[in-house]
T-cell receptor
Framework: LAKTTQPISMDSYEGQEVNITCSHNNIATNDYITWYQQFPSQGPRFIIQGYKTKVTNEVASLFIPADRKSSTLSLPRVSLSDTAVYYC???????????????FGTGTLLAVQP | EPEVTQTPSHQVTQMGQEVILRCVPISNHLYFYWYRQILGQKVEFLVS????????KSEIFDDQFSVERPDGSNFTLKIRSTKLEDSAMYFCASRGTSAYNEQFFGPGTRLTVL
């Protein structure tokens, strides 16, 4: 599984756009990029997944350059409730009986202040 | 919205005792997982379960651990003889067959071994 590198922490203020970049230089051809969010004392929660270019949903956008060696999670207009740890994961989606275990790194602790 | 549930939310036990952590995955999901997170550390994969058998397990998942799906709804993790270092948050997750193959995590059981 591809190793990921992301900043340990980031600070932001309410209403700002936050971009968290993840490096995954040895991403494989069949790997997808997935981001999870974890609030204190809760289980991780899926945010977004992509393979290339740009993906957008109601929560975030994910930008993936053509070489796919990095990706950027963009959170528009953050609020205090977006304070959490954000994890970038890289691996195959898998089908059928594939295990699809998730390998979490240390993540990025985003602290949103008023 | 369907969710994964876990009981108990907090379990305190003495070293050497057996504990069973319980999970009710989302009803139409087919893939089940246990992860753990020691306080202040990464979320770590323990085991995946599909079609009534273990599909993959990590080095952490030694002979002291076992999983079972005793009926159509519950998924349990048993630790036969707990050690101090088993103290952690244990998360159950389940996965369906959506396009993103995202895993849905439960709220966790905090296990404290004294």
């Amino acid at each position: 599984l591809a190793k990921t590198t992301q900043p340990i922490s980031m600070d932001s203020y309410e209403g700002q756009e936050v971009n968290i970049t993840c490096s995954h230089n040895n991403i494989a051809t069949n790997d997808y990029i997935t981001w999870y969010q974890q609030f204190p004392s809760q289980g991780p929660r899926f945010i977004i997944q992509g393979y290339k270019t740009k993906v957008t949903n109601e929560v975030a956008s994910l930008f993936i350059p053509a070489d796919r060696k990095s990706s950027t999670l963009s959170l528009p207009r953050v609020s205090l409730s977006d304070t959490a740890v954000y994890y970038c994961l890289v691996g195959p989606q898998g089908t059928g009986g594939a295990t699809n275990k998730l390998i979490f790194g240390t993540g990025t602790l985003l602290a949103v202040q008023p | 919205e369907p969710e994964v549930t876990q009981t108990p939310s907090h379990q305190v036990t003495q070293m050497g005792q057996e504990v069973i952590l319980r999970c009710v995955p989302i009803s139409n999901h087919l893939y089940f997982y246990w992860y753990r997170q020691i306080l202040g550390q990464k979320v770590e994969f323990l085991v995946s379960f599909y079609n009534n058998e273990i599909s993959e397990k990590s080095e952490i998942f030694d002979d002291q651990f076992s999983v079972e799906r005793p009926d159509g709804s519950n998924f349990t993790l048993k630790i036969r003889s707990t050690k101090l270092e088993d103290s952690a948050m244990y998360f159950c997750a389940s996965r369906g067959t959506s396009a993103y193959n995202e895993q849905f995590f439960g709220p966790g059981t905090r296990l404290t071994v004294l």
